[in-house]
Nanobody, 124 residues
Framework: QVQLVESGGGLVQAGASLRLSCACS????????MGWFRQAPGKEREFVAA????????YYTDSVKGRFTISRDNAKSTVYLQMNSLKPEDTAVYYC?????????????????WGQGTQVTVST
């Protein structure tokens, strides 16, 4: 069974950096595009970044372009989200997810396995 386990969240000040990790276990099901989403209190879950199975394609939501970088190490079955220049509006629970396709996608309905989430809090 596929399991996704996120780590790396925490409380930081505005302008700081964090790196989230998502470890995937589960044979061939981890051989898919992966994405990061986030959900702030009272808001819907939103797309943050995605990466193809090969790592050759990435997508970002506009609000994080230039600040966040998604990457993966397939040998370790791990996906990362490097977050720089964090802002208070980045505060949310961050989830990683495995897609039903090897092609990077921002469409929430194409993700079929989700991690438990990790809290990121950015203070002013």
């Amino acid at each position: 069974q596929v399991q996704l386990v996120e780590s790396g969240g925490g409380l930081v000040q505005a302008g700081a950096s964090l790196r989230l990790s998502c470890a995937c276990s589960g044979r061939t099901l981890c051989r898919s595009a992966m994405g990061w989403f986030r959900q702030a209190p009272g808001k819907e879950r939103e797309f943050v970044a995605a990466i193809s199975w090969s790592g050759g394609s990435t997508y970002y939501t506009d609000s994080v372009k230039g600040r966040f970088t998604i990457s993966r190490d397939n040998a370790k079955s791990t996906v990362y989200l490097q977050m720089n220049s964090l802002k208070p509006e980045d505060t949310a629970v961050y989830y990683c997810a495995a897609a039903q396709t090897p092609i990077a996608t921002a469409k929430l309905y194409e993700y079929f396995h989700w991690g438990q989430g990790t809290q990121v809090t950015v203070s002013t």
